[in-house]
């Protein structure tokens, strides 16, 4: 067989999108991606291996410096690669691997697009050991590949009803243009002081809403034309994710969440997706009101939580949809320099999070 191919840097980005997509990538390998990641503190750099002028295999990589003289090669639900080609594979690595080192990283982290039960370790040999991730490990997907009635019927009762209660309460969902982006943000200002959680700025969405262009849809739920909730959703290779949400805290009773979901799951079926991500659920299941009555588990809900501490009342109602819960394949560490790696694991005990 023949394994001759050569290494690029930086392809075309709509070759390169097409690779990604045509593999079934996330959008986070989306050239876009890494455009917008690099207006904002990252470096991004596509490393493939091409066969004949065709792309065979390859990741994006985003560098962040983090301080002076340590800097993170980071690689987002990559590679695209066939992990049952061994040869490609270790060619492949050896260029990422040799790409990180020129950049001056102390470490290469991979959170690969597969499933818990892929093991990484097994096509990759090197010093590579179990590290924390940045993207959510466990979400729910929802199968789109049914019809809508389908999807409708698998729903618990209580979310078609919602759905339908939106309706007759007089909430609309439209899709917003550039215009609208400041109220998406004031909606996500809200969400954040009521929720605890850190938000991107202003600058960072409407780029985002820019460089993904046709690629993303932002739904927001109004009432009277007032904006009562809104959702950011990507479509890429297949897949749809519900990326970024938000709601203010008037008329939520008119249940607009629920629509803007149900609104976001027909466009990404129109747009031949095969899945619906709801992007991110405690890795742990919470436990039901019956269960915690008949156990003498007292342990805190936190305890069931990831590092990002979402909380149960996601689970409950992301899984309200009908989707399936899936755990992805733990994330990896190469590391390259080992007072470096020890500084930033220090640096994660002080403060989780910032990186995303």
Partial sequence: MNHSFSIQCDPDPRVWDDFVAARGGQVLQSAAWGQLKTRFG???????????????????????????????????RGPIVDVNDHNIVAALFDAL?????????????????????FSFVQRVIGNWRVATGIQPRTT????????????????????????????????????????????????????????????????YYRAAFELLGDHARIFIAEYEREPLAAIFVTVFGGEAIY???????????????????????QWAKARECARYDFWGVPEERPKT????????????????????????????????FGGVVVRYADTYDLVFSRWRYALYLRALKIRRGGMT
Avoid: C
């Fill in 243 to 265: 990326l970024y949400g938000a709601s203010g805290n008037a008329h939520r009773e008119r249940m607009p969440n629920h629509a803007l979901h149900w609104a976001a799951i």
């Fill in 42 to 76: 990252w470096s991004a750099v596509r490393v493939a291996l091409a066969r004949d002028a065709t792309l065979i295999a390859g990741a994006q990589i985003l560098f962040r410096r983090l301080a002076p003289g340590l800097t993170l090669a980071y690689m987002p």
């Fill in 289 to 320: 009101e019956d269960e915690r009555q008949t156990t003498t588990d007292s342990l805190p809900s936190a305890v069931l939580r990831p590092s990002s501490a979402l909380p149960d009342g996601l689970y409950q109602f992301k899984q309200g």
């Fill in 140 to 203: 729910i997907h929802l199968d789109l590949t049914r019809d809508l009635d389908a999807i409708l019927a698998q729903m618990k009762p209580k979310w078609r009803y919602n759905i339908r209660l939106a309706e007759r309460k007089g909430v609309t969902v439209r899709v917003a243009a550039a215009d609208d982006l400041a109220a998406f943000y004031q909606l996500m200002q809200i969400t954040g002081a009521r929720d605890h959680f850190a938000i991107h700025s202003l600058a």
């Fill in 97 to 117: 691997v040799a790409k990180a080192r020129a950049r001056g990283a102390f470490a290469l982290k991979v959170e690969p697009n597969a499933h818990a039960d």
